[in-house]
């Protein structure tokens, strides 16, 4: 069955880095593009990034442009998420999320979420 | 970026009940507006896709219809298991977004 699998959380101190990892299988990695979606404490959602089934196109909020960066490795089927520069308001719950189809999809499976907490 | 309002932010109504969720998006998206539901400490679960597609798995009380700007959720008779706070989201152009969410409560 499809299973996206979010790790690398944890509490990290401001200006610090984290890198977050999303473990996919049941499905065939390469043919999918994939989301970053975070969740602030009692918030709503809030997308952070996508990037693009063949590697090539990458897309980021305006918030995290120049922080964070999303990449993929097919051979490992997993999604990574590198934040650098981390903020107190980065703190959320990071959902990664497959894109049911490529240009305008929407996300039709998600991981469980990995919380990460940015804190002095 | 394209600005999503969902109205109401919140609603209570009865088992059996028929309840309406509205999204409007700043400007037209076309028909690429998704629907999610989302309970307490989850990930979100999506319902409906590309305006009205009804996702596999999803009870059929569930319908989506709209177009160009505006948009309506619709939970046809609303059942105990439907708590939970509820999302539109626009994947028509990046930045993505997503309404700021309205959250059901059963009476």
């Known amino acids: 069955q499809v299973q996206l699998v979010e790790s690398g959380g944890g509490v990290v101190q401001p200006g610090r880095s984290l890198r977050l990892s999303c473990e996919v299988s049941?499905?065939?990695?390469?043919?999918?593009?994939f989301h970053w979606v975070r969740q602030a404490p009692g918030k709503g959602l809030d997308w952070v990034a996508a990037?693009?089934?063949?590697?090539?196109?990458?897309y980021y909020a305006e918030s995290v442009k120049g922080r964070f960066t999303i990449s993929r490795d097919s051979s490992k089927n997993t999604l990574y998420l590198q934040m650098d520069s981390l903020r107190p308001e980065d703190t959320a719950v990071y959902y990664c999320?497959?894109?049911?189809?490529?240009?305008?999809?929407?996300?039709?499976?998600w991981g469980q979420g990995t919380l990460v907490t940015v804190s002095s | 970026d394209i600005q999503m309002t969902q109205s109401p932010s919140s609603l209570s109504a009865s088992v059996g009940d028929s309840v309406t969720i509205t999204c409007r998006a700043s400007?037209?998206?076309?028909?690429?507006l998704n629907w999610y539901q989302q309970r307490s400490g989850r990930a979100p679960k999506l319902l409906i896709y590309a305006e009205s597609g009804l996702q596999s798995g999803v009870p059929r009380r569930f319908s989506g219809s709209g177009s160009g700007t505006d948009f309506t959720l619709t939970i046809s008779s609303l059942q105990p298991e439907d708590f939970g706070t509820y999302y539109c989201?626009?994947?028509?152009?990046?930045?993505?977004?997503f309404g700021q969410g309205t959250k059901v409560e059963i009476k």
């Open positions: 049941g499905f065939t990695f390469s043919s999918y593009a």
């Open positions: 989201h626009q994947s028509y152009s990046f930045p993505y977004t």
């Open positions: 400007q037209s998206i076309s028909a690429s």
């Open positions: 999320a497959r894109e049911m189809w490529e240009r305008n999809g929407p996300f039709d499976y």
């Open positions: 990037i693009s089934y063949d590697d090539n196109n990458e």
